[in-house]
Protein backbone atom coordinates (compact mmCIF):
# COMPACT_ATOMS: atom_id res chain seq x y z
CA UNK A 1 0.00 0.00 0.00
CA UNK A 2 1.29 3.33 -0.75
CA UNK A 3 1.89 5.49 1.99
CA UNK A 4 0.20 9.06 2.09
CA UNK A 5 1.51 12.16 3.52
CA UNK A 6 -1.13 15.07 4.04
CA UNK A 7 -1.48 18.39 5.79
CA UNK A 8 -2.59 17.59 9.44
CA UNK A 9 -4.54 21.00 9.34
CA UNK A 10 -5.56 24.08 7.21
CA UNK A 11 -7.80 27.15 8.21
CA UNK A 12 -9.95 28.42 5.84
CA UNK A 13 -13.03 31.22 5.22
CA UNK A 14 -16.23 30.71 3.92
CA UNK A 15 -16.20 31.42 0.35
CA UNK A 16 -13.03 30.35 -0.40
CA UNK A 17 -11.65 27.54 -2.41
CA UNK A 18 -9.65 25.04 -0.68
CA UNK A 19 -6.97 22.74 -2.08
CA UNK A 20 -5.67 20.01 -0.01
CA UNK A 21 -2.82 18.12 -1.58
CA UNK A 22 -1.66 14.57 -0.54
CA UNK A 23 1.44 12.82 -1.49
CA UNK A 24 1.95 9.49 -2.70
CA UNK A 25 5.29 9.00 -3.68
CA UNK A 26 5.25 5.31 -3.77
CA UNK A 27 1.86 4.96 -5.85
CA UNK A 28 1.41 1.62 -8.05
CA UNK A 29 0.13 1.53 -11.74
CA UNK A 30 -2.76 0.15 -10.26
CA UNK A 31 -3.28 2.24 -7.85
CA UNK A 32 -6.32 4.40 -7.85
CA UNK A 33 -7.10 7.89 -5.27
CA UNK A 34 -9.84 8.15 -3.16
CA UNK A 35 -10.66 11.00 -0.72
CA UNK A 36 -12.69 10.68 2.23
CA UNK A 37 -14.71 13.43 4.30
CA UNK A 38 -15.59 12.92 8.14
CA UNK A 39 -17.90 14.84 10.39
CA UNK A 40 -17.40 14.65 14.21
CA UNK A 41 -19.24 11.34 15.60
CA UNK A 42 -19.84 10.29 11.66
CA UNK A 43 -18.64 7.41 9.32
CA UNK A 44 -16.69 8.44 6.30
CA UNK A 45 -18.49 9.56 3.75
CA UNK A 46 -16.84 9.51 0.33
CA UNK A 47 -16.16 12.03 -1.58
CA UNK A 48 -14.29 11.41 -5.04
CA UNK A 49 -12.00 8.88 -6.51
CA UNK A 50 -9.90 9.29 -9.84
CA UNK A 51 -7.11 7.76 -11.46
CA UNK A 52 -5.26 10.32 -13.70
CA UNK A 53 -5.57 13.80 -14.56
CA UNK A 54 -8.83 15.76 -13.33
CA UNK A 55 -11.97 14.15 -12.07
CA UNK A 56 -15.10 16.52 -10.82
CA UNK A 57 -18.26 16.29 -8.96
CA UNK A 58 -21.06 18.08 -7.41
CA UNK A 59 -19.02 18.01 -4.38
CA UNK A 60 -15.24 18.46 -5.68
CA UNK A 61 -12.36 18.30 -7.99
CA UNK A 62 -9.30 16.06 -7.62
CA UNK A 63 -6.60 16.55 -9.63
CA UNK A 64 -3.75 14.73 -10.56
CA UNK A 65 -0.58 15.47 -12.56
CA UNK A 66 0.95 13.18 -15.33
CA UNK A 67 3.23 11.37 -12.38
CA UNK A 68 0.51 10.59 -10.47
CA UNK A 69 3.05 10.81 -7.36
CA UNK A 70 0.57 13.79 -5.46
CA UNK A 71 -2.90 14.64 -6.11
CA UNK A 72 -5.52 17.64 -4.48
CA UNK A 73 -8.60 17.66 -3.41
CA UNK A 74 -10.17 20.68 -4.61
CA UNK A 75 -13.46 22.00 -2.69
CA UNK A 76 -15.15 25.24 -3.70
CA UNK A 77 -16.31 27.85 -2.05
CA UNK A 78 -16.34 26.14 0.94
CA UNK A 79 -18.54 26.91 3.80
CA UNK A 80 -18.70 26.47 7.50
CA UNK A 81 -20.42 22.99 7.32
CA UNK A 82 -17.04 21.83 5.25
CA UNK A 83 -15.56 21.77 8.41
CA UNK A 84 -14.29 18.10 8.62
CA UNK A 85 -11.33 15.57 8.21
CA UNK A 86 -10.85 14.50 5.06
CA UNK A 87 -8.41 11.83 4.73
CA UNK A 88 -6.73 10.48 1.25
CA UNK A 89 -6.25 7.01 0.40
CA UNK A 90 -4.51 4.97 -2.07
CA UNK A 91 -5.26 1.41 -2.89
CA UNK A 92 -5.13 -1.68 -5.83
CA UNK A 93 -7.64 -1.44 -8.62
CA UNK A 94 -7.44 -5.40 -8.94
CA UNK A 95 -7.51 -6.66 -5.68
CA UNK A 96 -11.11 -6.82 -5.30
CA UNK A 97 -12.34 -5.77 -1.84
CA UNK A 98 -10.50 -4.69 1.02
CA UNK A 99 -9.64 -3.22 4.61
CA UNK A 100 -9.59 0.72 4.08
CA UNK A 101 -6.27 2.17 5.79
CA UNK A 102 -6.88 5.73 7.04
CA UNK A 103 -4.46 8.11 8.13
CA UNK A 104 -4.66 10.95 10.25
CA UNK A 105 -6.08 13.00 7.84
CA UNK A 106 -6.14 16.39 7.07
CA UNK A 107 -8.66 18.78 9.82
CA UNK A 108 -9.85 21.77 7.99
CA UNK A 109 -11.81 24.28 9.86
CA UNK A 110 -14.16 26.95 8.34
CA UNK A 111 -14.52 30.16 9.81
CA UNK A 112 -16.96 32.76 8.70
CA UNK B 1 -29.72 7.73 -2.10
CA UNK B 2 -29.13 4.25 -0.22
CA UNK B 3 -27.70 4.07 3.02
CA UNK B 4 -25.96 2.03 5.59
CA UNK B 5 -28.12 2.42 8.64
CA UNK B 6 -26.88 1.11 12.14
CA UNK B 7 -28.82 0.72 15.61
CA UNK B 8 -28.49 1.39 18.30
CA UNK B 9 -26.83 4.89 17.59
CA UNK B 10 -25.70 4.93 21.14
CA UNK B 11 -25.24 1.75 23.42
CA UNK B 12 -24.12 1.69 27.16
CA UNK B 13 -23.13 -1.46 28.51
CA UNK B 14 -21.17 -3.03 32.13
CA UNK B 15 -17.52 -4.56 31.83
CA UNK B 16 -17.87 -7.75 30.78
CA UNK B 17 -21.34 -7.64 29.24
CA UNK B 18 -21.97 -9.07 25.93
CA UNK B 19 -23.49 -6.07 22.89
CA UNK B 20 -24.34 -6.36 19.44
CA UNK B 21 -24.24 -4.12 17.08
CA UNK B 22 -26.53 -3.66 14.65
CA UNK B 23 -26.22 -2.37 10.62
CA UNK B 24 -28.04 -2.96 7.51
CA UNK B 25 -25.85 -2.44 4.63
CA UNK B 26 -26.85 -0.93 0.64
CA UNK B 27 -29.00 -3.86 -0.04
CA UNK B 28 -26.94 -4.47 -3.47
CA UNK B 29 -23.87 -4.94 -1.95
CA UNK B 30 -21.79 -7.81 -1.10
CA UNK B 31 -18.96 -7.17 0.72
CA UNK B 32 -19.37 -5.96 4.47
CA UNK B 33 -16.92 -4.77 7.18
CA UNK B 34 -16.61 -3.42 10.36
CA UNK B 35 -14.70 -0.41 11.82
CA UNK B 36 -13.96 1.42 15.26
CA UNK B 37 -12.85 5.14 15.89
CA UNK B 38 -11.47 5.62 19.77
CA UNK B 39 -12.02 9.02 20.46
CA UNK B 40 -9.42 11.34 18.64
CA UNK B 41 -7.86 8.46 17.18
CA UNK B 42 -7.99 6.88 13.65
CA UNK B 43 -10.64 5.16 12.24
CA UNK B 44 -9.34 1.42 12.12
CA UNK B 45 -10.41 -1.86 10.12
CA UNK B 46 -11.37 -4.68 12.46
CA UNK B 47 -12.92 -7.23 9.94
CA UNK B 48 -14.20 -7.78 6.67
CA UNK B 49 -17.51 -10.33 5.53
CA UNK B 50 -17.93 -11.31 2.02
CA UNK B 51 -20.04 -14.63 0.35
CA UNK B 52 -20.92 -15.66 4.55
CA UNK B 53 -17.56 -15.77 5.62
CA UNK B 54 -14.94 -13.49 7.38
CA UNK B 55 -12.62 -12.28 4.07
CA UNK B 56 -10.29 -10.53 5.94
CA UNK B 57 -9.69 -9.10 9.94
CA UNK B 58 -7.25 -7.24 11.73
CA UNK B 59 -4.88 -7.68 14.93
CA UNK B 60 -7.65 -6.06 17.03
CA UNK B 61 -10.56 -8.60 15.59
CA UNK B 62 -10.10 -11.45 18.05
CA UNK B 63 -11.56 -14.17 20.09
CA UNK B 64 -14.08 -11.67 21.18
CA UNK B 65 -15.34 -10.45 18.38
CA UNK B 66 -17.57 -12.22 15.73
CA UNK B 67 -19.70 -11.00 12.95
CA UNK B 68 -22.88 -12.80 11.71
CA UNK B 69 -25.09 -12.22 8.50
CA UNK B 70 -28.35 -13.83 10.31
CA UNK B 71 -30.80 -13.02 7.55
CA UNK B 72 -30.52 -11.51 3.86
CA UNK B 73 -30.46 -7.38 5.96
CA UNK B 74 -28.91 -7.39 8.47
CA UNK B 75 -25.09 -7.55 9.57
CA UNK B 76 -23.56 -7.33 13.40
CA UNK B 77 -20.82 -7.39 15.11
CA UNK B 78 -21.00 -8.97 18.70
CA UNK B 79 -18.33 -8.50 21.19
CA UNK B 80 -18.51 -11.10 24.31
CA UNK B 81 -17.19 -9.39 27.42
CA UNK B 82 -16.26 -6.24 26.65
CA UNK B 83 -13.35 -4.40 28.06
CA UNK B 84 -13.20 -0.72 28.99
CA UNK B 85 -10.82 -0.31 25.65
CA UNK B 86 -13.39 -1.54 23.43
CA UNK B 87 -15.53 2.24 24.17
CA UNK B 88 -15.32 3.41 20.84
CA UNK B 89 -17.60 4.56 17.72
CA UNK B 90 -17.97 1.68 15.45
CA UNK B 91 -18.55 2.17 11.98
CA UNK B 92 -20.33 -0.50 9.45
CA UNK B 93 -19.65 -0.13 5.35
CA UNK B 94 -20.64 -1.92 2.65
CA UNK B 95 -19.34 -2.27 -0.96
CA UNK B 96 -20.48 -3.73 -4.39
CA UNK B 97 -19.17 -6.22 -6.45
CA UNK B 98 -15.73 -6.10 -6.59
CA UNK B 99 -15.57 -4.89 -9.94
CA UNK B 100 -13.20 -1.79 -10.58
CA UNK B 101 -12.33 0.84 -7.86
CA UNK B 102 -13.94 0.09 -4.66
CA UNK B 103 -16.12 2.70 -2.55
CA UNK B 104 -17.10 1.95 1.04
CA UNK B 105 -20.70 3.48 2.57
CA UNK B 106 -20.83 3.90 5.88
CA UNK B 107 -22.79 4.07 8.57
CA UNK B 108 -23.59 6.66 10.73
CA UNK B 109 -21.71 5.11 13.86
CA UNK B 110 -22.65 3.18 16.99
CA UNK B 111 -21.42 5.02 19.98
CA UNK B 112 -20.03 2.10 22.34
CA UNK B 113 -19.67 3.23 26.20
CA UNK B 114 -18.24 0.56 28.36
CA UNK B 115 -18.22 1.29 32.15
Known amino acids: LAKTTQPISMDSYEGQEVNITCSHNNIATNDYITWYQQFPSQGPRFIIQ???TKVTNEVASLFIPADRKSSTLSLPRVSLSDTAVYYC?????????????FGSGTRLQVQP | EPEVTQTPSHQVTQMGQEVILRCVPI?????FYWYRQILGQKVEFLVSFYNNEISEKSEIFDDQFSVERPDGSNFTLKIRSTKLEDSAMYFC?????????????FGPGTRLTVL
Open chain 2, 93 to 105: ASSDDGQGPDTQY
Open chain 2, 27 to 31: SNHLY
Open chain 1, 89 to 101: LVDRMDTGRRALT
Open chain 1, 50 to 52: GYK
